[in-house]
């Protein structure tokens, strides 16, 4: 079953906002990672977590692994239309067997009409 | 090669055959994860292999799916006797899975299968 929560589900953006999503749990996770998939495609890497309270910028995507090591999110600045897309995040937990990553349920990241 | 391939890309099927699907993982990456994904959907976890250990089947959603990786390299994932639900996009992935640094997961571009 899912271990990550993530939210929203999906979010309209306008050329120009900001905009935000997050992915929590109940567990403790030792790395996190964000995609994004774009149609037709595999899901593209786009930043990786490692330390707690560790922020990192790919552009105009910064993310951050949460000081409680729960949660992470990912926030997008200045959203261009090719912005939109599935996010996807995903976790290894702190005690995983054979460190199997978990994966979010995905934001969809659409443009307002 | 560079990155995970896939293949076929796309897979046109008839109702009660059966379907193999390949994945070729990033040379030297012990761990591969096989995901299916519905239009517009979220990853459904099916089967994770790392290394020598006993697969994670836990994902797999009925008997009719199964999966190898022969000498930890090219993974196939078979589906016997196919239903229409069974349409959806099939995703490979894989990593090195050793200490935290290397936890990072690399996806193929995916197997649409279509069962008409």
């Known amino acids: 079953g899912q271990q990550l929560n993530q939210s929203p589900q999906s979010m309209f953006i306008q050329e120009g906002e900001d905009v935000s999503m997050n992915c929590t749990s109940s567990?403790?996770?030792?790395?996190w990672l964000w995609y994004k998939q774009d149609p037709g495609e595999g899901p593209v890497l786009l930043i990786a977590l490692y330390k707690a309270g560790e922020l990192t910028s790919n552009g105009r995507l910064t993310a951050q692994f949460g000081i409680t090591r729960k949660d992470s999110f990912l926030n997008i600045s200045a959203s261009i239309p090719s912005d939109v897309g599935i996010y996807f995040c995903?976790?290894?937990?702190?005690?995983?067997?054979?460190?199997?990553?978990?994966f979010g349920g995905g934001t969809r990241v659409l443009v307002k009409p | 090669g560079a990155g995970v391939s896939q293949s076929p890309s796309n897979k046109v099927t008839e109702k009660g055959k059966d379907v193999e699907l390949r994945c070729d993982p990033i040379s030297g990456h012990t761990a591969l994860y096989w995901y299916r994904q519905s239009l517009g959907q979220g990853l459904e976890f099916l089967i994770y292999?790392?290394?020598?250990?006993?697969?994670?089947k836990s994902g797999l959603p009925s008997d009719r799916f199964s999966a190898e990786r022969t000498g930890g390299s090219v993974s196939t994932l078979t589906i016997q006797r196919t239903q229409q639900e069974d349409s959806a996009v099939y995703l490979c992935a894989s990593s090195l899975a050793q200490g935290a640094g290397n936890t990072e997961a690399f996806f193929g571009q995916g197997t649409r299968l279509t069962v008409v």
């Open positions: 995903a976790g290894r937990m702190i005690k995983a067997a054979g460190n199997k990553l978990t």
């Open positions: 567990s403790i996770f030792n790395t």
């Open positions: 292999f790392q290394g020598n250990s006993a697969p994670d």
